[in-house]
């Protein structure tokens, strides 16, 4: 609540006033008032002829994209009809035929998602960074992948994970959370949009960044559409987007784009809620007396106060944590010298205010900020940060208990002077946030102890997916 409470002063007034009387707007971006709601008007808006299946990438499933319930539940939702919109869909599809396509969709999304032809260099596919053994990121544990048409380029930002990402509200500027204390009117900030820096909305858009990026995937929507008319699931494609759709290009890559959000939506894949932590709240498991340890370590206000941005107790509508509440905040990340983009000295990756953002450039305010990430799954990561610049847990716990008590451990040591967040121009400062863990000097008790540290690891532990009654 502190955070929030700081972030406030970015507010005027007149804003606040304004964002929470669209509070029914704010809603139909993040909730959903039926399992799969975003997959059912999808699969309407994007029937079964080759151009509405190109529509539908820039079609009206758009404020519901990524907005269901946390557990994918039903949730009864203010001016959102789902069913009815289903059930009477122009193109008068059944129930039954919506699903049937929301089904092939998903099915030519996850081959597309594993499909190296996809990229210039015909050997990188989504799942080349996003490994679904690793809660969708690398197997390796370098700090930023290496892509490309030569596959020789370096990226300059760690794999985020591709679960629970349907949790993410659309980006906005000044966030209002009907769970902040009931008073709707609390700005909390910016908040949400997909990447590390929230400059898109949906995955279908997101899906174009490493398609086309020449670090990445290096590819083109012609050699992308190339790519499908060859692959061997070049006849779903037709099945699901209508006969014509492979001779446009175009259409083809939206209906890629959209085949892929549509996997991505897959909640027994991607929004699971399996962990031991949610077996816990549930009440059919017990932590033990580390977990729980870590667990107080985690939400003490006075001590990490982790909480109060990675999100751990059910909200208010009975919905699971998502550990993140996908605020965009500066916490100082030490600048990552291993990155070939980093030689430049005058180089900067500020987050919310550029450089592969552009839409904020030039606003003070938003220059390093990061979107919050959730920890489900933490634990199957190997570099943390924005920069990737850490490879344990550990290290990163440490940094957040001694960031200020002991920045020389954390920042280059120039003549004797630390150079403290040496990965943010001085003028950015007032960004940083200042609440604990981040409110100690030299000479102050770091936040843990060696022994808390481990501790919360172990409470992290138990927000990996696909925890059994019997395992630990
Ligand atoms: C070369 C590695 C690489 C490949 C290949 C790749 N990604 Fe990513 N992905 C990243 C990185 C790095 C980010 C973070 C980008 C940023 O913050 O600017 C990311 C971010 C994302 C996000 C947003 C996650 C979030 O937390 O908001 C989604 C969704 C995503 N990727 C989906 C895909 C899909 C779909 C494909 C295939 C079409 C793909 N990615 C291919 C590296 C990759
Ligand atoms: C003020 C909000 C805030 C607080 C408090 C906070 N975090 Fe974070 N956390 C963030 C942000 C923002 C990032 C991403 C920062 C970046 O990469 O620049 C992050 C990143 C992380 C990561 C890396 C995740 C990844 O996928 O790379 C871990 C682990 C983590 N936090 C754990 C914790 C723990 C444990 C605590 C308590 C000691 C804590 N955080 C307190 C906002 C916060």
Redesign the pocket.
């Known amino acids: 609540m502190l955070r929030r409470l700081a972030r406030r002063s970015t507010r005027t007034e007149g804003e606040a006033r304004v964002r929470s009387r669209s509070g029914a707007r704010r809603h139909a971006g993040r909730f959903v008032a039926a399992a799969g709601l975003s997959l059912l008007l999808t699969a309407c808006d994007g029937s079964t002829s080759a151009s509405a299946g190109a529509d539908a990438a820039t079609g009206a499933s758009g404020s519901a994209s990524r907005a269901h319930d946390a557990n994918g539940n039903a949730r009864a939702v203010q001016g959102v009809k789902p069913i009815k919109i289903a059930a009477s869909a122009q193109g008068g599809q059944t129930r039954a035929e919506v699903y049937a396509q929301v089904r092939r969709m998903t099915a030519l999304g996850k081959q597309?998602?594993f499909d190296p032809s996809?990229?210039g260099s015909g050997k990188?596919?989504?799942?080349?960074?996003?490994s679904p053994d690793h809660a969708f990121t690398?197997t390796n544990s370098l700090d930023?992948?290496?892509?490309g048409a030569d596959m020789r380029r370096q990226?300059?930002?760690?794999?985020?994970?591709?679960k629970y990402?349907q949790a993410?509200p659309a980006f906005a500027e000044h966030y209002h959370d009907s769970d902040d204390d009931g008073d709707e009117s609390v700005d909390a900030g910016p908040t949400g949009?997909?990447?590390?820096?929230?400059?898109v909305d949906r995955?279908s858009d997101?899906?174009r960044?490493?398609?086309l990026?020449t670090?990445?995937?290096a590819s083109s929507p012609s050699k992308v559409a190339e790519a499908v008319r060859a692959a061997p699931y070049a006849g779903a494609f037709r099945e699901a987007f209508g006969a014509r759709v492979l001779a446009d290009d175009d259409a083809t890559f939206s209906a890629v784009l959209k085949s892929?959000?549509t996997f991505?939506q897959s909640p027994e894949v991607f929004y699971p809620y399996t962990s031991k932590y949610d077996a816990y709240l549930a009440g059919k498991a017990t932590l033990s007396a580390a977990e729980l340890r870590g667990l107080q370590l985690f939400n003490d206000e006075k001590k990490g106060n982790c909480a109060s941005c990675h999100i751990s107790q059910r909200a208010k509508n009975g919905s699971p944590p998502q550990f993140s509440d996908f605020g965009l905040i500066a916490v100082g990340v030490p600048r990552n010298r291993a990155l070939a983009v980093n030689r430049d000295r005058k180089f900067f990756d500020l987050g919310a205010c550029g450089p592969?953002r552009t839409d904020l450039d030039h606003r003070a305010q938003f220059c390093g900020l990061f979107?919050t990430?959730t920890l489900r799954n933490v634990a199957l990561k190997k570099s943390f940060f924005?920069n990737g610049i850490y490879h344990s847990l550990e290290d990163v716990l440490r940094f957040y208990a001694r960031r200020d008590t002991n920045p020389e451990e954390f920042y280059p040591v120039v003549k004797g002077r630390v150079q403290k967040f040496d990965d943010l121009p001085q003028r950015y400062w007032v960004n940083l946030n200042t609440d604990p863990p981040f409110d100690r000097k030299p000479g102050d008790e770091p936040v843990f102890s060696n022994a808390e540290i481990k501790d919360v690891i172990a409470f992290l532990e138990t927000l990996t997916d696909g925890w059994q009654p019997g395992g630990h």
């Open positions: 597309m998602f996809l990229s990188m596919a989504c799942a080349s960074c996003h690398p930023v992948q290496i892509g990226g300059m930002r760690a794999v985020p994970t591709l990402l993410v949009g997909l990447t590390w820096d929230g400059r995955s997101q899906a960044i490493p398609l990026s670090f990445e995937m892929l959000e991505e592969e979107r990430p924005h």
